[in-house]
């Protein structure tokens, strides 16, 4: 199992989230400690992802789930068995040189742009863990049509809050979820 993970899973994972569902909540647990037990995390080599993670969380004392995975992924940077680093390039604030798609990429936002960029730099594109938000939806098709997969770990409560937030509009079909692997637990 190797994904980029969204901020938000963490934010979600520590019940940092307003109106997010126990189901949502459990399942980015449940995701980030799969991750620590048998994954890789993903990350850009500048720390864009890192630094936004430290910045949104608490590691001094930890008070959730995320902040857990947040200093045991600090712990494991430099461990390959655990973290895979790959450069992204800003070319100017919040702009990236590898994020799949240049004119998504001006419609993206621009704090989310790493993310993108991280998985489309790697050469296996492993996917994006998606909690909740909801602008997601509208852009995983075409981010899909590079290679680039998102998994919205929450897709009932990604499309609740985008009925809330664009009553007006449609509401966008999610990816098929991923179901979490099942892992010998010796």
């Known amino acids: 199992m190797k994904a980029v993970i969204d901020t938000n899973v963490l934010l979600v994972a520590n019940r940092q989230h307003a109106d997010i569902s126990e189901e949502c909540a459990q399942s980015c647990v449940d995701r980030l400690q799969a991750m620590q037990a048998h994954g890789i995390t993903v990350i ?8 936004e993670y430290q910045h949104k969380t608490s590691i001094s004392p930890p008070k959730g789930v ?3 995975f947040l200093k045991w992924l600090l712990r494991n940077a430099g461990n390959p068995m655990h973290v895979e680093m790959v450069s992204i390039t800003e070319t100017e ?5 590898e994020f799949p798609c240049d004119d998504l990429q001006q419609r ?18 492993p996917p994006i863990w ?5 602008k997601w939806l509208d852009w ?8 680039v997969q998102v998994e919205f770990l929450c897709p009932a409560d990604a499309r609740g809050f985008y009925r809330n937030k664009f009553p007006k509009q ?3 079909a999610a990816p098929a979820a991923t179901p979490l692997p099942a892992f010998d637990h010796d």
């Open 93 to 97: 604030p919040e702009h990236f040189a």
């Open 44 to 51: 850009d080599d500048a720390y864009h992802i890192l630094g």
């Open 108 to 125: 993206f936002d621009a704090p989310d742009r790493k993310f993108p960029a991280t998985a489309h730099a790697h050469p296996e594109k």
């Open 130 to 134: 998606q909690a909740a938000d909801c």
């Open 170 to 172: 449609p509401i966008p």
């Open 140 to 147: 995983w098709p075409t981010l899909a049509e590079y290679g």
């Open 66 to 68: 995320g902040d857990v």
